[in-house]
């Protein structure tokens, strides 16, 4: 009885030491954790910090700028998930990202339209996506060290490529839906080991929130089931029901986007990728594979970096491209290492598998991408690169990541060295990258000297320097000839490389118009865009003004009916036609055009007013007042034209009628 009782105290002992063994393991683990965490979001901050003082720029005119349905905050969201994401310059309406819509209007509600703000939520959602695939990667590869899944990490974090991701405000949406792909997989993950069915419900909840922010996350319907499979070997006839739950993502995504208010519509043009031009995949092969180099180039030698390549920055390749022939070359020996280390070797088959496969819809051969190329589009894939690296630098100095106690003391300074090196490189390229994102002049600038080839980086540097002058009415002459001048430069630049680049057509013969005075000179442009483009309403409008402005009014009159029988909304045309009418004292026929567009349909106050300026001049006071009441009634917020109705009754005496038009300048003037 008595060795009974001493070996009972021993193991009671034994038993205790242990428990409190591994709760100093646990608190050692989680203070390390914190410490990754603080780390990571101290790195981002000082990588991305700067960045927070800048303006906006590419496209965020879009999404937040001068988007109105966004800056009315909470009160939108619904709307906004029955809405498009992006109505461009040219009424074009496409894709359907609703979850980035809703959180930037979420920013605006609590902070108004703020660039600064908006940069700093970038980088703060950022620092969150290396912090949770950091966690990820513990519980992908549980028996390596810790220090392996950091490694990865850093790498992610420190990389140039991410630097438009995170610099761009419009870019959000890359960020948001690596977040719910990376959620998705670890709610999935968690049902294979603990077989709660809420996991699996949580896991295609965060799968359509990453397809709801953008549709890079498509390809992570076979990153997750891979993963599982590949890496925690869950056999395939168990994954039966992770299938079936990516139906419900995939239903409800397809139902909401098909049921927008406003139809999804975009035409893609040469200079964004000409492989849209009636291509087949077989023709798209080659490009695909020189798409792979670049991706391979940019991830291991990421310089320089460019907002936008596109046509012909890159080339559209054929197999008589050597760097095709290398591609193939490299990924036959990859295929070859995947087949041979598939079971010895499976965390850089994992990322190599992994890359491929969320790069393969950014290829270009399954369908083109707009663009050709994007560093954007390397953010997801992104991962899988970093993991091959991280397994090649400690591989190479012979760490031992298998040894699940290692300590960072215990390894060797040539690795810290370079591992300090790659980390120094990489973020001062990254670092230094924000200049060039300071505003969307800036960005253009820096860009096309890097993408002299490129059609569209020279026709946005080329809008950008117009724009810096609209936007600049102190401006110096000299300042502005210069940047005058540049815009023609750039926008001759984009045609030589694309010949037929209408919106450049357009824009260059309005330049020769604006700012020279040289209207004859505008006309061939304007005409070669519509020959290009028979419906190109701008163009047809701004034709009628140069040919009105030389002289050619009948030409004029019919090239601005035309703007109106291709679009029934273009108001700038009526305004325009009614004034050449009046300069002839052709009344009737402005009455006539104002009295049709009413009965097209069209919505403004303009039809109004321009009948009741015809109807003063005519000296019916009368109609002319019943044009203006019903121009306040299409328009409210038209303080000016409020402004004359109340004058005008408080002359009349009818004082009650006078102060109901004050009192709708004074509610226009607070909205």
Not at 85 to 108: G, H
Not at 220 to 236: H, S
Not at 256 to 283: D, G, H, M
């Amino acid at each position: 009885m008595t060795n009974f009782n001493a070996r009972f105290k021993k193991m009671a002992i034994k038993t205790a030491f242990k428990s409190n063994q591994t709760k100093l393991v646990d608190i050692s683990e989680k203070t390390f954790h914190r410490k990754i965490i603080a780390f990571f979001f101290i790195l981002s901050f000082l990588l991305y910090g700067k960045g927070i003082g800048n303006d906006y720029s590419m496209d965020d005119e879009f999404v937040v700028k001068n988007n109105k349905q966004v800056q009315r905050g909470i009160r939108a969201i619904p709307n906004i998930f029955r809405t498009t994401y992006v109505i461009d310059s040219q009424k074009a309406s496409y894709e359907y990202r609703p979850i980035v819509k809703a959180v930037y209007a979420l920013e605006c509600q609590f902070f108004g339209a703020n660039p600064h703000i908006s940069h700093f939520f970038n980088i703060l959602l950022y620092a969150i996506s290396v912090v949770l695939l950091f966690f990820i990667l513990i519980r992908l590869f549980p028996q390596y060290n810790s220090i392996f899944p950091f490694v990865i990490a850093t790498f992610f974090l420190v990389h140039p490529l991410h630097s438009e991701v995170v610099y761009s405000i419009k870019n959000r949406d890359v960020i948001l839906s690596f977040i719910g792909c990376f959620l998705s997989l670890y709610f999935y993950l968690k049902f294979y080991e603990t077989k709660k069915y809420y996991h699996l419900f949580f896991g295609a909840f965060f799968m359509l929130f990453a397809l709801m922010s953008k549709k890079d996350s498509i390809t992570f319907f076979a990153i997750i089931p891979f993963t599982i499979w590949f890496l925690k070997g869950v056999p395939f006839k168990r994954l039966g029901i992770m299938f079936l739950s990516f139906l419900l993502p995939m239903f409800v995504f397809k139902i909401a986007s098909k049921n927008v208010i406003n139809e999804i519509s975009r035409v893609v043009l040469e200079w964004e990728n000409p492989l849209f031009l009636n291509t087949t995949i077989f023709y798209r092969i080659p490009t695909g594979f020189y798409s792979i180099y670049f991706y391979l180039k940019m991830f291991l030698i990421p310089y320089p970096l460019v907002s936008y390549y596109g046509n012909n920055q890159i080339p559209i390749a054929t197999w008589a491209d050597p760097i095709v022939w290398i591609v193939l070359f490299a990924l036959l020996i990859a295929g070859y290492f995947v087949v041979k280390f598939f079971k010895t070797n499976r965390v850089v088959v994992y990322g190599l598998l992994y890359f491929l496969i969320t790069i393969s819809m950014f290829t270009n051969v399954l369908k083109p991408v707009v663009g050709i190329v994007g560093e954007r589009f390397a953010f997801i894939p992104s991962v899988g690169l970093s993991i091959v690296l991280a397994w090649w630098l400690l591989k190479l100095f012979k760490v031992n990541i298998e040894n699940k106690e290692l300590k960072w003391s215990s390894l060797p300074g040539s690795f810290f060295t370079l591992f300090g090196l790659i980390i120094f490189i990489f973020g001062m390229l990254t670092y230094v990258r924000h200049e060039a994102w300071k505003d969307a002049y800036t960005l253009y600038a820096t860009d096309v000297k890097n993408a002299p080839e490129s059609a569209h980086a020279n026709s946005l540097i080329a809008a950008a320097s117009i724009q810096k002058v609209r936007e600049n009415p102190k401006m110096s002459v000299q300042e502005k000839r210069m940047h005058v001048s540049n815009a023609v430069k750039f926008y001759q630049e984009s045609l030589r490389i694309i010949p037929n680049y209408i919106s450049s057509l357009n824009n260059l013969g309005m330049i020769y118009y604006t700012f020279y005075n040289q209207p004859q000179n505008a006309i061939p442009y304007l005409k070669k865009a519509i020959s290009l483009d028979t419906n190109y309403v701008e163009a047809y409008f701004n034709l009628a003004t140069c040919e009105a402005k030389s002289g050619q009014k009948e030409i004029a009159e019919a090239h601005y009916l035309k703007t109106i029988e291709i679009d029934p909304d273009f108001i700038n045309t009526y305004n325009a036609l009614s004034s050449m009418y009046a300069e002839n004292k052709e009344y009737e026929k402005i009455l006539d055009l104002n009295r049709s567009g009413i009965e097209k349909g069209a919505l403004s106050d303009i039809f109004h007013i321009n009948m009741g300026n015809v109807y003063f001049i005519m000296g019916d006071t009368i109609n002319g007042i019943t044009c203006l009441v019903k121009g306040v009634e299409a328009n409210p917020k038209n303080r000016q034209l409020g402004t004359f109705l109340a004058n005008y009754y408080r002359n009349k005496g009818e004082l009650n009628k006078s102060n109901y038009y004050f009192d709708l300048v004074a509610k226009a003037a607070h909205r």
